[in-house]
């Protein structure tokens, strides 16, 4: 290093000449002209001088391995912009603010620079002990803490730290005692160390990067900066963004701290530490929810998923595992949710019902074999005539009665009676306070009675009996009491619990009885609700309405609905738009167990399904989008039902070593046919299993038992009820309509030796019912149609379908609009449709129009 003058000396340190000639001779050194040269050594003595006089050498460690340098700048900052990129929005003003630079920085014996430091004080040691083999020590000292030096430096991390602390707290006392001489020594000391700025970064700790702080892609960094940003007075300080000044990035590398003193230096007082955020991560979230979570935009989410080679959209949904890396990488504490798990803390507070209880009416199920006379028994106490509208006399859904007679409020809920209806029925009983039991008392005890039975015993649901149509002279009430014991049903006559109550839904006799033997069932059971909570019922019934839209039956069971409350039902929620009671009346509100119909939700949800009142609508898409994509997630999983496609891959593949099939046909006669043909295929590798096997159409319960069985659909000459197709479509079975035998057991059989030809697919373009026949002597018959599904075409072959069962296969003749002959009528509009050679079509009948396209078949 160069020797100096001792006012070049003064001018670096800053301080009058005078007064670094009394230093200069306080430290032994005789110094009289302002243009004497100072040698290096010189300067180390007066160095070590300066050090003693103010305590330094207590602690050798300390000064030993670590030199601190402070110093304070103040000036002036032109911002061009609002320098804390978010939050303040305007980029466009300029302000001025006061800055103190602070320079701190920490040299620490680390290189051989450094060691060269800490051998001065070394030095100063020997000065103590003997005051003239000084210069000599240096040099050896130098040579060998060069070769020391690498090795050293593991060891010396310890030690360091601890050092780092010794000398803070040292620094700091000496400063009080004597600020002037602790910066000029430290001025001595940093203009020594000068040259080395450059090639020794200072330690991290002590100097803040500068560049912005606040964005959380910093944030790793942020533990450390936090106890940097403790300025020297110990004293929390603002961080300018120097980087948005566009001035300072080459600073920045020079790692010099800027820092506002918040306390009278301007006005605002930011936050200025990034915010550790616990960020919760569904099973996947959309890139503006993430960021949403972390209240950063989402072009920051953006930019790291784009470091991190992803490129993002702001609605693009991520993985669990890359927003997980993504709220690391910004510095956020990710927690991982599982959706089940948002989804039940959701409902748990959805669910809770807390107010005072008040007792409500009970909620009775009427079951029953069909034709019993559940709906007339109903109709009796409610004095109205629903049967009279119903199809075919089957009640099609659950209907919901709130009734008030003379022995208390009741909600009747009427469950179907026919057999493709077991699974709605099943839920039926779920919601269901007490059961009535309808047995007709001249027909007994039949299946759906014990089925009825069953669900009752397995809901845990009293039963009462109504044996009915008594009035008829083949009544044999003794006998429905016999049968019924059969099954556990004991009369209390006979010693057992089940109430026996005779009545005739015709005459109304006993219905008096019954009535009351439900309000006493109620009273016992000491029924009650709580009307002042959210409300919450559940969905009995829905349907898609033309003009409506999605319309469902809600039985509310606590709190009041009304209009304009957000709902949540599975996976559709919404805002209620209008209600009307069982009678089609509108209404405003709705208590507890009363049904209600409500209009408003985004799709039709399943009967069954809970229903909540949500605070609002964004909470229940939130919920209403989980489930949906549990549901599609589900339904991906389920996909593994079988196809006929695959049988062979899957067998081969030794997955299945049975074929299972659900098979429906038009007669019995094509039923045994297909059955023994096609167990005939079966070889030693392959078994044909027929599951189940029937005549007539497809309905719900031979779905239940194909997706039950993973089984496949055949339908000979039968087709799907309209339940069912829906079944089919949600479940993905797969079905396949047959008309002719032969077809039927080649397919299979192909299908089992995997050399399945091209597949003849049949869809089905359209349906239509006939509402109307008519006969004109220049059309022949004709059949006056709505189309129900799809569209008719009169180019295309078709089917007359009766009650599912295909009864004419044939050609369109010809098809007519208001006299005009069309080619095509779509759904929902009316037609006359002409059968070739065909002239039996009945009221009723369906018509279906079909295709056949060819499927070329992969198989790999
Ligand atoms: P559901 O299928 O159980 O709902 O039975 P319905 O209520 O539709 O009744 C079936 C048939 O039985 C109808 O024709 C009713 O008129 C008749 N029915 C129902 N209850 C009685 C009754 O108490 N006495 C007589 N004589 N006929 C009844
Ligand atoms: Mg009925």
Same mark, same amino acid.
């Given at each position: 290093?160069?020797?100096?003058?001792?006012?070049q000396?003064?001018?670096?340190?800053?301080?009058?000449?005078?007064?670094?000639?009394?230093?200069?001779?306080?430290?032994?050194?005789?110094?009289?002209?302002?243009?004497?040269?100072?040698?290096?050594?010189?300067?180390? *003595?007066?160095?070590?001088?300066?050090?003693q006089?103010?305590?330094?050498?207590?602690d050798?460690?300390?000064?030993t391995?670590?030199v601190?340098?402070n110093?304070?700048?103040r000036?002036?900052?032109?911002?061009?912009s609002?320098?804390?990129?978010?939050?303040?929005?305007?980029?466009?003003?300029?302000?001025?603010?006061n800055?103190v630079?602070?320079?701190?920085?920490?040299?620490?014996s680390?290189?051989?620079?450094?060691?060269?430091?800490?051998l001065?004080?070394?030095?100063?040691?020997? /000065?103590?002990?003997?005051?003239?083999?000084?210069?000599?020590?240096?040099?050896?000292?130098?040579?060998k803490?060069?070769?020391?030096?690498?090795a050293?430096?593991?060891?010396?991390?310890?030690?360091?730290?601890?050092?780092?602390?010794?000398?803070?707290?040292?620094?700091?006392?000496? *400063?009080?005692?004597s600020?002037?001489?602790?910066?000029?020594?430290?001025?001595?000391?940093?203009?020594?160390?000068?040259?080395?700025?450059?090639?020794?970064?200072?330690?991290?700790?002590?100097?803040?990067?500068?560049?912005?702080q606040?964005?959380?892609?910093?944030?790793?960094?942020?533990?450390?900066?936090?106890?940097?940003?403790?300025g020297?007075?110990?004293?929390?300080?603002?961080?300018?963004?120097?980087?948005?000044?566009?001035?300072?990035?080459?600073?920045?590398?020079?790692?010099?701290?800027?820092?506002?003193? &918040?306390?009278?230096?301007?006005?605002?007082?930011?936050?200025?530490?990034?915010?550790?955020?616990?960020?919760?991560?569904?099973?996947?979230?959309?890139? &503006?929810?993430l960021?949403?979570?972390?209240?950063?935009?989402?072009?920051?989410?953006?930019?790291?998923?784009?470091?991190?080679?992803?490129?993002?959209?702001?609605?693009?949904n991520?993985?669990?595992?890359?927003?997980?890396?993504?709220?690391?990488?910004?510095?956020?504490?990710?927690?991982?949710?599982?959706?089940?798990?948002?989804?039940?803390?959701?409902?748990?507070?959805?669910?809770?019902?807390?107010?005072e209880?008040?007792s409500?009416?009970?909620?009775?199920?009427?079951?029953? =074999?069909?034709?019993?006379?559940?709906?007339?028994?109903?109709?009796?106490?409610?004095?109205?005539?629903?049967?009279?509208?119903?199809?075919?006399?089957?009640?099609? =859904?659950?209907?919901?009665? $709130?009734?008030?007679?003379?022995?208390?409020?009741?909600?009747?809920?009427?469950?179907?009676? $026919?057999?493709?209806?077991?699974?709605?029925?099943?839920?039926?009983?779920?919601?269901?306070?007490?059961?009535?039991?309808?047995?007709?008392?001249?027909?007994?005890?039949?299946?759906?009675?014990?089925?009825?039975?069953?669900?009752?015993?397995?809901?845990?649901?009293?039963?009462?009996?109504?044996?009915?149509?008594?009035?008829r002279?083949a009544?044999?009430?003794?006998?429905?009491?016999?049968?019924?014991?059969? $099954?556990d049903?004991?009369?209390?006559?006979?010693?057992?619990?089940?109430?026996?109550?005779?009545?005739?839904?015709?005459?109304?006799?006993?219905?008096?009885?019954?009535?009351?033997? /439900?309000s006493?069932?109620?009273?016992?059971?000491?029924?009650?609700?709580?009307?002042?909570?959210?409300?919450?019922?559940?969905?009995?019934?829905?349907?898609?309405?033309?003009?409506?839209?999605?319309v469902?039956?809600?039985?509310?069971? %606590?709190?009041?609905?009304?209009?304009?409350?957000?709902?949540?039902?599975?996976?559709?929620y919404?805002?209620?738009?209008?209600?009307?009671?069982? !009678?089609?009346?509108?209404?405003?509100?709705?208590?507890?167990?009363?049904?209600?119909?409500?209009?408003?939700?985004s799709g039709?949800?399943?009967?069954? %399904?809970?229903? $909540?009142?949500? *605070?609002?609508e964004?909470?229940?898409?939130?919920?209403?989008?989980?489930?949906?994509?549990?549901?599609?997630?589900?339904?991906?999983?389920?996909?593994?039902?079988?196809?006929?496609?695959?049988?062979?891959?899957?067998?081969?593949?030794?997955k299945?070593?049975?074929?299972?099939?659900?098979?429906?046909?038009?007669?019995?006669?094509?039923m045994?046919?297909?059955?023994e043909?096609?167990?005939?295929?079966?070889?030693?590798?392959?078994?044909?299993?027929?599951?189940?096997?029937?005549?007539?159409?497809?309905?719900?319960?031979d779905?239940?038992?194909?997706?039950?069985?993973?089984?496949?659909?055949?339908?000979?000459?039968?087709?799907?009820?309209?339940?069912?197709?829906?079944?089919?479509?949600?479940? !993905?079975?797969?079905?396949?309509?047959?008309?002719?035998?032969?077809?039927?057991?080649? +397919?299979?059989?192909?299908?089992l030796?995997?050399?399945?030809?091209?597949?003849?697919?049949? +869809?089905?373009?359209?349906?239509?019912?006939?509402?109307?026949?008519?006969?004109? &002597?220049?059309?022949?018959?004709?059949?006056?149609s709505?189309?129900?599904?799809?569209?008719?075409r009169?180019?295309?072959?078709?089917?007359?379908?009766?009650?599912?069962?295909?009864?004419?296969?044939?050609?369109?003749?010809?098809?007519?609009?208001?006299?005009?002959?069309? %080619? +095509?009528?779509? &759904?929902?509009?009316?037609?006359?449709?002409?059968?070739?050679?065909?002239?039996?079509?009945?009221?009723?009948?369906?018509?279906?129009?079909?295709?056949?396209?060819e499927?070329?078949?992969?198989?790999?």
């Amino acid at each position: 290093m160069a020797d100096v003058t001792v006012k070049q000396l003064a001018e670096v340190i800053r301080m009058p000449v005078d007064e670094l000639l009394i230093q200069l001779g306080q430290a032994g050194m005789s110094f009289s002209k302002d243009d004497d040269v100072i040698s290096n050594d010189e300067k180390m *003595e007066l160095l070590a001088h300066l050090r003693q006089s103010h305590g330094k050498l207590d602690d050798k460690e300390a000064s030993t391995k670590k030199v601190t340098l402070n110093r304070s700048k103040r000036s002036t900052l032109k911002v061009a912009s609002a320098p804390t990129g978010r939050g303040r929005g305007s980029g466009a003003t300029t302000r001025t603010v006061n800055v103190v630079v602070r320079k701190k920085r920490t040299y620490v014996s680390r290189s051989a620079v450094e060691e060269e430091a800490r051998l001065k004080t070394e030095e100063e040691d020997r /000065i103590k002990a003997e005051e003239d083999a000084k210069i000599q020590a240096v040099e050896d000292a130098k040579i060998k803490a060069e070769e020391d030096a690498k090795a050293k430096v593991q060891a010396e991390e310890d030690a360091k730290v601890k050092a780092e602390d010794d000398a803070k707290a040292k620094i700091k006392a000496a *400063e009080d005692a004597s600020r002037q001489q602790t910066a000029d020594a430290q001025r001595i000391a940093e203009q020594e160390a000068k040259a080395n700025t450059d090639k020794q970064p200072p330690r991290k700790a002590n100097a803040t990067p500068e560049k912005d702080q606040r964005k959380p892609g910093r944030g790793k960094a942020g533990g450390a900066d936090n106890k940097a940003r403790k300025g020297r007075y110990g004293r929390a300080e603002l961080h300018v963004a120097t980087d948005k000044s566009g001035r300072r990035r080459k600073g920045a590398k020079r790692k010099r701290t800027v820092s506002i003193q &918040s306390s009278d230096e301007h006005g605002f007082a930011k936050p200025t530490q990034p915010m550790v955020q616990e960020v919760n991560i569904p099973e996947s979230i959309t890139v &503006s929810e993430l960021a949403q979570k972390m209240s950063i935009k989402a072009a920051e989410v953006i930019k790291v998923l784009m470091n991190m080679g992803t490129m993002a959209t702001i609605n693009q949904n991520l993985d669990q595992e890359t927003a997980e890396l993504v709220v690391d990488e910004l510095g956020h504490k990710s927690v991982l949710v599982s959706d089940n798990e948002i989804e039940n803390r959701l409902l748990e507070e959805l669910s809770e019902v807390e107010g005072e209880l008040l007792s409500r009416a009970p909620v009775v199920t009427v079951m029953g =074999h069909v034709d019993h006379g559940k709906t007339s028994l109903l109709d009796y106490i409610r004095s109205t005539k629903v049967a009279d509208g119903e199809s075919g006399g089957i009640t099609q =859904h659950v209907g919901a009665y $709130h009734v008030e007679t003379s022995k208390g409020n009741i909600t009747f809920l009427d469950t179907p009676g $026919h057999a493709a209806f077991t699974s709605m029925r099943a839920r039926g009983a779920q919601l269901t306070d007490i059961v009535i039991l309808v047995v007709a008392a001249d027909d007994g005890v039949m299946p759906q009675t014990i089925e009825a039975i069953k669900h009752a015993k397995a809901g845990e649901v009293p039963l009462i009996i109504a044996v009915n149509k008594i009035d008829r002279e083949a009544a044999d009430p003794e006998r429905v009491k016999n049968e019924l014991s059969q $099954h556990d049903v004991i009369p209390e006559d006979w010693g057992g619990d089940a109430i026996f109550v005779n009545v005739s839904a015709k005459t109304g006799e006993g219905v008096d009885n019954l009535l009351e033997a /439900i309000s006493l069932q109620a009273e016992m059971m000491e029924l009650t609700a709580v009307e002042e909570c959210p409300a919450n019922g559940i969905v009995i019934e829905s349907s898609l309405d033309r003009g409506r839209g999605p319309v469902a039956t809600i039985l509310i069971r %606590n709190g009041i609905l009304k209009r304009g409350d957000v709902i949540l039902t599975g996976s559709e929620y919404g805002r209620v738009r209008a209600m009307f009671d069982e !009678d089609g009346n509108v209404i405003d509100q709705a208590g507890p167990v009363t049904p209600v119909v409500v209009l408003g939700l985004s799709g039709v949800p399943h009967a069954g %399904n809970e229903m $909540h009142v949500v *605070e609002n609508e964004r909470k229940a898409r939130e919920i209403a989008v989980f489930r949906k994509d549990k549901d599609r997630d589900q339904k991906l999983a389920h996909q593994q039902q079988a196809r006929l496609e695959d049988a062979f891959s899957t067998m081969s593949s030794g997955k299945v070593e049975a074929l299972n099939l659900v098979i429906k046909a038009d007669v019995q006669g094509s039923m045994e046919a297909l059955r023994e043909s096609l167990n005939k295929l079966s070889t030693d590798e392959v078994r044909v299993n027929i599951v189940a096997g029937g005549v007539g159409g497809i309905n719900e319960s031979d779905v239940g038992l194909a997706l039950a069985s993973r089984a496949i659909m055949l339908g000979f000459n039968v087709r799907a009820d309209a339940t069912s197709r829906k079944l089919i479509e949600e479940n !993905d079975i797969d079905l396949h309509y047959y008309s002719v035998i032969y077809d039927v057991i080649d +397919e299979v059989k192909k299908a089992l030796s995997g050399m399945l030809s091209p597949e003849v697919r049949e +869809e089905i373009v359209g349906l239509a019912e006939v509402k109307d026949v008519f006969r004109s &002597s220049k059309f022949g018959t004709i059949a006056g149609s709505m189309v129900i599904e799809g569209s008719i075409r009169r180019s295309l072959p078709i089917r007359v379908l009766r009650d599912d069962v295909v009864i004419y296969e044939g050609e369109l003749e010809s098809l007519r609009r208001h006299k005009d002959d069309v %080619n +095509e009528v779509r &759904s929902g509009t009316e037609c006359g449709i002409g059968v070739k050679n065909y002239t039996d079509v009945h009221v009723g009948d369906q018509i279906e129009v079909f295709e056949r396209t060819e499927v070329a078949r992969t198989i790999d």
